[in-house]
């Protein structure tokens, strides 16, 4: 006796379709202006508060102070916030 596989069951609804394309980056001009007003207000900010406490440094080591808060800030936290919001806003108006 030889032993056989049933027919496939044919296929029913609609077409498989393929996936979307992922939507365009911004161009490289709105994420100069997002990075702008990421840092711009955490730089700001940070002067304000280290200001009373780095009134006598020297001016470099005031931004190298700074910078050491506010870059990982801007890199890792707000900017990719922001260019998410910047992807709804503009996924909203398609």
Do not use: D, N
Request: no cysteine; aromatic share 6%.
């Amino acid at each position: 006796m030889t032993e056989t596989t049933p027919p496939a069951a044919p296929l029913t609804g609609p077409a498989p379709t393929a996936p979307a394309a992922p939507p365009a980056p911004p161009s490289v001009h709105v994420r100069a202006v997002i990075t702008w007003l990421a840092i711009f207000p955490l730089v700001a900010i940070g002067m304000m508060l280290i200001g009373p406490v780095s009134e006598g440094w020297h001016p470099v080591l005031r931004s190298f102070v700074l910078t050491l808060v506010v870059v990982p800030l801007a890199v890792y936290l707000v900017v990719p916030r922001m260019l998410a919001l910047h992807g709804k806003l503009r996924a909203r108006r398609r």
